[in-house]
């Protein structure tokens, strides 16, 4: 530079005539270049913005090629900032596929919502589904290959596979292992490669395995067959510890029928009977006008009582010790009187001999072809998960395996403790983990790849009735994921995949193969629509052998002493979960426990044993021992031990250290074990339950009718007085929206408050502040017990935002930060709010949740992933349910577009949209003709403690049990 | 009431007292050059206590309100505890100071400025915690009435705001009641110093006080009109803040009777708290002669008439759960007597209506240690009440499932700890600085002496 003092612009001008600025500039800008020679002062001032000259002059490499960057001048077509485009695809769990449609804004997925058009969704979400979007987002995803802990890139795996390819030959060292499966694309790529190499095997494992009911179908039909149920058509359900509405294949679909017959009284028809016999509660247990709390023995011996009353057993089996036979004489007689018209089922931890039985019995009771019907197993292949993990875990053991490629399982951590899958897994000299976590399979593992998350790639899947869903990906890879297809093609020899080519020539062949005609029409409609219309597999008209209980085994002696039960969390499920915050926080349905799993014990047990809530105790089985803290839960069967599987994850993310590992105590991946006693440790830990109090203490808060009393008296429960105010009521000219919830409906599935964290941008607290009484759901699910604590009546209330006319909290808040709305909403304005938590006190619901901390900012959640119409609340600000008023406000956004009213159903709130019973309806409270106005209109509607005379908006149908006389009577 | 003390054969103050003496030995304890070890002892201590109010509200402002115990549904804590224990101490200074000289009690004059000093301390103390307690502190002036371009009010209905209000005006009659009250002496001190900064600083708060007939008539109606306006005051202010929890519909809050129940708390609390400050100032400055057994009489008798009121408040509070027969009331009620923080009522029945029945007995209210004691127990008491009051009611309302208990952190008994040092740093300052005794009126006495 001059030594000269020089002004800035003159510096500038004086450089710019450099040769060698010239060429570079000739080189980045050829156009500026060509104006800038021959330059004045003055053109060169005009043409030279400030920025653009520093930028030149930084001295930037030079691009390799000129790229264009578009401007935002018009919109892309169809996207519209603040508006939700919804693309179908569908979710597995298990291998059983559950369409939903993903929202996305501005290209973003936000919000995941069930596909009205497929059958195992009808529209409805579970809490897990709900979820999906933050495993999707979830930052502690695995984004890296690595080689025995080394980094790596694809292109040294593909090397990898190549030189490997070479030692395989037939194949014979070479095994699959995944979940169960029914991706038909998969099932295709497997069979090539079975082709590839003759001798390679494929095996399958699932922890929650349904290998007892795969049992069962073999010696009751021969062959394995799945099974589908029709709850609607049901009038007497028994129920065996039942995951009908739980988590069975299709669970969503049937719970939607099942309450869909319990309002039948609303339609004027007859409502169902359910009777329940269970070890441990279930959500259908929950719902049974008449249950009983029985151990895994006395389970299997009411059974064949039933089954020798109802004929399909022999009859002297009809005598059983120490059963109440007086219930189940009325149950049998129940399911007697209603051949055709009724259906047995149990859940997946029964025993192939249950299971065998329950064939046996809807057999007798003639409901085979009508409630039951059979179709071929939905699964690419049906086989025995735990014998085949078994005979892999030899073979690992015993040196014949050399290569080994682990799609999305976990078996490291799931297997059963006595094979030993880590010991072996060591002995495989080249072994591939493809899971989204680098979870315990991944580390153990040679080559550790990332997988895709379903929403981030092609695929199809089957659901529990055998139609087919197509899956697209929403969003590319976010983390470097890939997919099972493509690893599978790599194997096959396809170095350079492509998943959507694939997917789309294989669907092809069989469009044609099935005759859907012209192939582009069909593919659009079917990605379009998420299901490949008319792929539901057929009905086979067949009965189980008929001398099908002769066939069983004679019962086991009855054991004494503790048994350990083990049993899926509802939320993480398998553990595969255990990284979602949503899930982890989400409170149990019947425990309401939180980012922790406990033992549960019987009342009467608890007491006998001398434990309480928080006790750790030594849990120990022939499998092995572990400390528990002991939770005590009414409805539990004496002397059963409840074990949730899926907590005490070693490795991959945030669940790691929570809970204990039940796996470690479970042999031969039985659902039930003998335990042996229990021993104090004298330690007590605090378990983070959301719900203090487990009875309603003289309040009528869950109201619950008898159905006789009802048809009795139709108006029993309502109060229709109005109390007298001081203060002149609101008066709404157009829309008075209001919610109705039926708790006859609602089976405490937890789905709603999924959907509306989800929603909402309600953030995750944290064990320590749940503990603290500070988790933040807008929405809760109360559990309230009443009558004995060992035989309770269990019943379940979502609480959202009653939204009360005379509201309480609003005359408190001093700063008028809680405001009735001219439409009757209780907004609450965040940006007023200063925090006096007043309104809260005030509230007689308690519904409003403080940011105590800056909940929002301490989740770990990529911005990316929150919703953007709702605004994300800071510290110190009261919040609550809003009754999703960002979708209020676009319903009436687009009606005042057409210029007419928001019609009714236009407007779904997320708890009432996720809800798979339809226990959630909103609409406007002033049209008569609403759904949400004739709701409340009905017999069993009343408000939430309306001694209050704070009169909601949110009103509650009540409960209606439909007893048997026979047994009412007694009791 | 004209003379609470009744018992006019004890005498108001020793013989020797005259007019002189008196303006000597107060002013002494104010012009005194070298500080008593026994102030900085007292002082060192406050400062520290007043160190960690700041230290732990430092903290709160970054970390949040998340660092206190409180959760839903036991939304508010010690915060509003402590706000409405101070503010009560602080009513229980204006009322002697306030109340008993409308009543024209000749045993007022000689404690009336160390309750007005309280009243001052204790209502910072307590003007601190409702802002504290805040989400978002920073915004707390939004409560106040003022126009703005958002062209947004507070809400009128709350008894926050009412509260709020009434507060603000409390504090600011308080300020200004005390300091009318000491113009004269401000003016005797001033007489009296000799360091030049002294008396410029007397000199300026004294505002030109030359003791003429035309100011002395000025400064009397003055005066009495502002202890016409604080009566009245003091008692609406703790009759609001009993609505704030009146006016809420929570179990254990919604009661007609909190407003004066209030203010029978603040009765019994603020003699309390006087007694315990008099008693030992009358000792470290050799006040006997001024505070006699006559005036140690007077307090207690005011005080166990203030336990009685208290004890008429806890029995309708009793009563009425089981006379609405509302399910709510009647097991917040049973959970406050027999659940978690059962001692905490009981211990308030205990210190604030069975101790100070022992005040019926003339030889032990008229002795310094017993009666300091009683009334020790009763500020103890009278802190559990306002914890109960709060912390109980909110801990089991309408919804069991929402049932939940709270337990102070460590952060919410710093706050506590700090308020008081906020308190005694204050104290002590007004003690250096200011004449602990009203010269001015006891020179009346003095001179009405037969």
Not at chain 1, 954 to 963: D, L, P
Not at chain 2, 234 to 250: E, K, P, R, Y
Request: hydrophobic content about 45%; overall charge neutral.
């Amino acid at each position: 530079m001059s030594p000269r003092r020089r002004d800035y612009w003159r510096s500038l001008e004086e450089l710019a005539e450099t040769p060698d600025f010239r060429a570079r500039l000739a080189h980045v800008q050829p156009r500026l270049a060509v104006a800038l020679s021959g330059l004045d002062r003055r053109r060169f001032l005009q043409l030279m913005a400030a920025s653009l000259a520093l930028g030149g002059l930084a001295g930037c490499g030079p691009e390799p090629q000129q790229r264009e960057l578009l401007p935002y001048v018009e919109q892309p077509p169809g996207i519209v900032p603040g508006r939700s485009r919804f693309y179908a695809t569908a979710l597995t769990l298990e291998g059983d596929a559950t369409g939903v449609l993903i929202a996305h804004q501005m290209g973003r997925p936000i919000k995941v919502e069930g596909n009205p058009d497929h059958p195992a969704s009808l529209g409805a979400t579970s809490a897990v589904m709900q979820a999906s979007i933050l495993d999707l987002y979830d930052p502690h995803r695995s984004q890296s290959i690595a080689r025995r802990g080394q980094l790596a890139d694809w292109e040294d795996f593909i090397a990898a596979i190549v030189a490997r390819r070479e030692h395989l030959g037939t194949g014979a060292g070479l095994r699959l292992l995944t979940g169960r499966l029914t991706s038909p694309g998969l099932a295709t790529q497997i069979q090539v490669l079975q082709q590839q190499f003759p001798d390679m095997r494929w095996h399958q494992w699932e922890p929650l395995h349904r290998d007892e009911a795969h049992a069962a179908a073999l010696t009751a039909f021969g062959r394995p067959l799945d099974l589908l149920l029709d709850a609607e058509k049901a009038e007497v359900i028994f129920a065996v510890e039942s995951d009908l509405i739980s988590a069975a294949p299709g669970h969503l679909a049937y719970a939607r029928a099942l309450a869909a017959r319990r309002r039948r009284l609303e339609a004027g028809g007859a409502m169902s009977r359910i009777y329940a016999i269970e070890s441990t509660p279930t959500l259908l247990g929950a719902k049974a006008d008449h249950r009983l709390a029985l151990s895994p023995d006395e389970i299997a011996r009411a059974l064949r009582a039933l089954a020798a009353a109802l004929g399909a057993a022999p009859a002297d089996w009809a005598h059983q010790d120490a059963l109440p036979t007086a219930w189940l004489a009325a149950a049998a007689q129940d399911l007697q009187q209603h051949r055709g018209r009724s259906l047995v089922h149990a859940g997946r931890e029964q025993p192939a001999e249950i299971q065998a039985l329950v064939h046996a019995i809807n057999a007798a009771l003639g409901n085979f072809g009508t409630t039951v019907r059979l179709i071929e197993p939905v699964a690419a292949e049906a086989v025995d998960r735990r014998q085949s993990l078994t005979e892999l875990a030899g073979d690992m053991a015993a040196g014949k395996v050399d290569t080994l490629l682990m799609l999305d399982t976990n078996p490291v951590y799931s297997a059963p403790d006595d094979l030993d899958f880590a010991g072996a897994l060591g002995r495989v000299p080249f072994s591939v983990s493809l899971a989204r976590y680098a979870d315990e399979t991944a580390l153990a593992s040679t080559w550790q790849l990332p997988a895709a998350h379903e929403y981030e790639c092609w695929g199809d899947a089957r659901a529990f009735d055998g139609t087919i869903s197509l899956q697209q990906p929403q969003v590319r890879p976010l983390y470097g994921g890939r997919s099972a297809h493509a690893l599978l093609a790599v194997l096959q020899g396809d170095t350079a995949p492509d998943d959507y080519a694939s997917l789309r020539d294989r669907w092809q062949i069989e469009a044609q193969h099935r005759g859907f005609g012209a192939f582009d029409p069909f593919w659009h409609d079917a990605l379009q629509r998420g299901v490949v219309e008319g792929s539901a597999s057929m009905t086979i008209d067949l009965q189980p052998r008929e001398d099908l209980a002769a066939q069983l085994p004679p019962p086991a002696r009855p054991a004494s002493g503790l048994r350990l039960l083990f049993r899926a969390d509802s939320a993480v499920i398998d553990g595969r979960f255990a990284d979602n915050a949503w899930l982890l926080e989400l409170p149990r349905p019947f425990t309401r426990l939180t980012w922790d799993c406990a033992a549960l014990v019987a009342p009467a047990t608890a007491a006998r044993l001398g434990v309480a809530d928080g006790d750790v105790a030594t849990i120990a089985s022939e499998g092995g021992r572990l400390e528990a803290p002991v939770f005590v839960l009414p409805g539990q069967a004496a002397d059963c031990i409840t074990l949730p599987l899926g907590f005490g994850r070693r490795a991959g993310g945030l669940a790691v250290g929570v809970g204990f590992d039940a796996y470690r105590l479970r042999r031969a991946a039985a659902w039930s074990a003998p335990a042996q006693p229990l021993e104090k440790t004298g330690r007590r830990v605090a378990l983070a339950t959301v719900q203090g109090h487990d009875r309603m203490a003289g309040h009528d808060l869950v109201r619950e009718v008898n159905l006789i009393a009802l048809q009795r008296d139709p108006r029993a429960l309502r109060h229709d007085e109005p109390a007298a105010s001081l203060y002149p009521g609101f008066r709404y000219q157009s829309d008075a929206w209001a919610m109705a919830i039926d708790l006859n409906s609602c089976i405490g599935c937890q789905a709603c408050v999924a959907a509306c964290q989800a929603e909402n941008n309600v953030p995750v607290v944290g064990k320590e502040e749940v503990l603290a009484g500070r988790e933040m759901h807008w929405l809760r699910v109360d559990r309230y017990y009443s009558g004995s604590p060992d035989a309770p009546s269990i019943a379940f209330q979502p609480v959202p935002c009653m939204h009360c006319e005379n509201a309480p909290c609003e005359v408190v808040c001093p700063v008028d930060a809680t405001v009735h709305d001219h439409e009757g909403l209780n907004a609450m304005v965040y940006n007023r709010c200063v925090g006096t938590r007043f309104c809260s006190n005030n509230c007689p619901y308690k519904v409003r949740r403080f940011n105590f901390f800056a909940y929002a900012r301490m989740d770990g959640r990529p911005a990316e992933s929150w919703n953007p119409d709702v605004s994300v609340r800071d510290r110190g600000v009261m919040e609550k349910c809003s009754y999703c008023v960002q979708r209020i406000r676009r319903a009436q956004i687009d009606a005042d577009r057409e210029d007419r009213r928001v019609r009714d159903g236009e407007i779904v709130t997320a708890c009432q949209q996720a809800c798979p019973t339809q226990a959630i309806v909103f609409g406007d409270r002033n049209d008569p003709e609403s759904a949400v106005a004739r709701r409340k209109a009905g017999p069993l509607d009343y408000a939430l403690l309306e001694e209050l005379n704070t009169r909601p908006r949110t009103t509650y149908q009540a409960i209606v049990r439909n007893g048997n006389p026979v047994l009412e009577d007694k009791s | 009431m004209s003379d609470v003390a009744g018992d006019g054969t004890l005498p108001l103050m020793a013989p020797g007292v005259t007019s002189l003496s008196l303006g000597d030995d107060i002013s002494a304890h104010v012009l005194r050059p070298r500080t008593l070890l026994w102030w900085w002892i007292g002082f060192g201590i406050s400062l520290a206590l007043l160190l960690v109010l700041i230290g732990s509200s430092a903290w709160l402002f970054i970390a949040g309100i998340g660092i206190w115990g409180i959760d839903i549904p036991v939304a508010w804590g010690l915060a509003i505890a402590e706000y409405v224990w101070w503010i009560a101490l602080a009513s229980g200074g204006t009322i002697i100071s306030a109340l008993f000289y409308l009543t024209r009690s000749p045993w007022r004059s000689a404690i009336s400025r160390i309750a007005e000093a309280m009243m001052l301390c204790a209502a910072a103390s307590a003007g601190v915690m409702p802002i504290l307690h805040l989400g978002r502190a920073g915004f707390f002036y939004w409560l106040f009435p003022y126009p703005n371009v958002m062209g947004v009010w507070p809400q009128f209905r709350s008894p926050l705001l009412w509260d709020f209000v009434c507060l603000l005006c409390y504090i600011l009659m308080s300020i200004m009641f005390f300091y009318v009250g000491l113009l004269p002496d401000l003016a005797t001190v001033r007489d009296r110093a000799r360091g030049r900064g002294q008396r410029i600083f007397y000199g300026l708060l004294a505002l030109g006080w030359r003791g003429s007939a035309r100011h002395w008539r000025h400064y009397k109606t003055l005066y009495f009109i502002l202890a016409a306006i604080m009566t009245p005051m003091v008692i609406s202010v703790h009759s609001v803040v009993g609505l704030d929890f009146a006016g809420g519909m929570t179990p254990g809050w919604h009661s007609t009777q909190f407003p004066p129940y209030f203010f029978f708390g603040a009765v019994v609390s603020g003699i309390a708290l006087v007694i315990m400050l008099t008693l030992p100032l009358r000792r470290a400055y050799g006040l006997e002669a001024i505070i006699t057994a006559r005036h140690l009489n007077a307090l207690g008798k005011v005080m166990l008439v203030g336990s009685l009121m208290l004890g008429f408040a806890y029995f309708w509070e009793v009563f009425g759960p089981y006379y609405d027969a509302d399910i709510a009331e009647r097991h917040m009620l049973h959970e406050r007597l027999f659940g978690v923080y059962a001692p905490c009522f009981w211990a308030t029945i205990l210190f604030n209506i069975a101790i100070p029945q022992l005040l019926w007995l003339p030889v032990l209210r008229q002795r310094p240690v017993p009666l300091f004691l009683i009334a020790l127990g009763v500020i103890i008491g009278m802190w559990l009440e306002r914890f109960v009051i709060v912390v109980t009611s909110l801990h089991r309302d309408y919804m069991p499932s929402e049932w939940g208990n709270y337990f102070p952190t460590i952060w919410d008994w710093a706050t506590f700890l700090g308020s008081i040092g906020l308190f005694l740093t204050l104290f002590f300052l007004i003690l250096r600085l200011l004449p602990i005794v009203s010269i001015a009126e006891m020179r009346e006495l003095i001179a009405e002496r037969p």
